[in-house]
């Protein structure tokens, strides 16, 4: 196959070198995959308003997350077990994105050790974990990471129930465990067939868990947090109450909870509700330099990557992850540019657009359909 020049040709050829249960398992979404496909469509819906004659001979994609300088906004998602993709597996990855001048996010499911990515990492980390039954657990997963050198702890809140993913519960598919619960008793049982919690894990989150616990683990860790999964204005309310410090608008790639909206849908509802109190970053979706730009236009910090990142290590390991980033980034510029808005922070709302401008003026004549949202 020629050479991919984009992530859905990633996709196709990681597809052709992965075994077909470890490809469903990457791609797959819960149940119907109805919020999977939304997901496409609606950023294929959103259209782009660009201007003329602004001074673009500079285009400058840098910003901070948390304080933390990125050279642009696009972050690794947290992901178990990169080792499906490529022997080596978080390292390529960590390498791949300190090379490429961004954040990782360190699934607590990785293959490799957290210590060990940490230790493999060239740029800035964080660590993501779920709030667990033993608050002792969560505290000493957080230790940890703060040890190694993660500068950010994310919990993971949509995961604390099995999800129904009947690609991997056809293929009988069976996640591996993960070195970091070594020595912990984990029990095993049918939930890693469709779970991203590794192999026992699922036992150890705690399904009782409320906001409270946020706000303790706030209070024992010096590292900021971020909580991952907020769909709604009312629970991005509450975040900004509890001690959260930077929130990722996700449904963890509709991997969950089949039928939601599609994350960008509701991205402004929580920017809208959190006016200012915590960073919104978003993932979902994200396949094009386009796709970056409407997120931040809708007023995300940075967006997130989770599927694309074992497309490029599948295809080619370290170097793999960092043409996809560089892919999205150098997408990202020609759209920005291309738009009139040279910096971050001139993007806006006003650049998109997501009704056609002709269905005010012309009667539609009928059988001829104008996509719009
Ligand atoms: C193979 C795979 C494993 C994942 N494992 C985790 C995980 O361990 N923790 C977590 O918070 N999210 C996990 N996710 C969800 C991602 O962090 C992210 O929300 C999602 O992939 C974003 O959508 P995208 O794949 O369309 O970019 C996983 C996703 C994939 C594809």
Not at 106 to 113: E, V
């Amino acid at each position: 196959m020629p050479a991919p020049v984009n992530i859905y040709e990633y996709e196709a050829h990681a597809k052709a070198q992965l075994a077909p249960s470890e490809y469903d398992f990457i791609a797959g979404g819960a149940a119907d995959e109805i919020t999977l496909r939304r997901t496409r469509a609606v950023f294929d819906a959103i259209m782009l308003r660009p201007r003329m004659l602004v001074d673009i001979s500079q285009p400058d994609l840098s910003t901070t997350v948390l304080g933390q300088p990125v050279t642009f906004p696009v972050l690794v998602d947290p992901a178990g077990g990169h080792g499906r993709a490529h022997p080596d597996a978080e390292l390529a990855t960590a390498r791949a994105a300190g090379g490429a001048g961004t954040v990782m996010v360190l699934s607590s499911g990785s293959t490799y050790t957290l210590e060990d990515v940490a230790h493999a990492a060239t740029g800035t980390i964080w660590f993501q974990q779920y709030l667990y039954k033993d608050q002792s657990l969560s505290q000493r997963m957080a230790h940890r990471a703060q040890e190694a050198g993660y500068t950010a702890l994310c919990l993971t809140l949509d995961s604390t129930v099995r999800a129904k993913r009947e690609r991997n519960i056809r293929n009988d598919y069976t996640s591996p465990s993960s070195p970091n619960y070594a020595g912990l008793e984990v029990q095993d049982n049918a939930w890693h067939r469709s779970s991203d919690a590794p192999r026992g894990v699922n036992n150890l989150i705690d399904r009782a868990a409320t906001w409270p616990y946020v706000e303790w683990m706030a209070g024992h860790t010096p590292l900021p947090l971020v909580v991952k999964g907020i769909m709604t204005a009312e629970d991005a309310r509450l975040c900004a109450e509890h001690g959260v410090r930077g929130i990722i608008v996700s449904n963890h790639g509709a991997r969950q909870l089949d039928t939601t909206f599609a994350s960008i849908e509701v991205l402004p509802e929580v920017v809208d509700a959190v006016q200012g109190k915590c960073e919104v970053y978003l993932d979902g979706g994200i396949r094009r330099g386009t796709d970056v730009l409407k997120a931040l236009a809708l007023g995300a910090r940075a967006v997130l990557i989770g599927r694309p990142l074992f497309w490029g290590l599948a295809v080619a390991g370290e170097s793999g992850v960092r043409a996809v980033l560089e892919m999205l980034r150098d997408e990202l510029e020609i759209a920005m540019t291309m738009c009139g808005r040279p910096t971050i922070a001139s993007l806006d709302r006003s650049v998109l657009g997501t009704v056609s401008p002709l269905l005010s003026v012309l009667q539609t004549p009928p059988g001829l359909q104008i996509p719009s949202l």
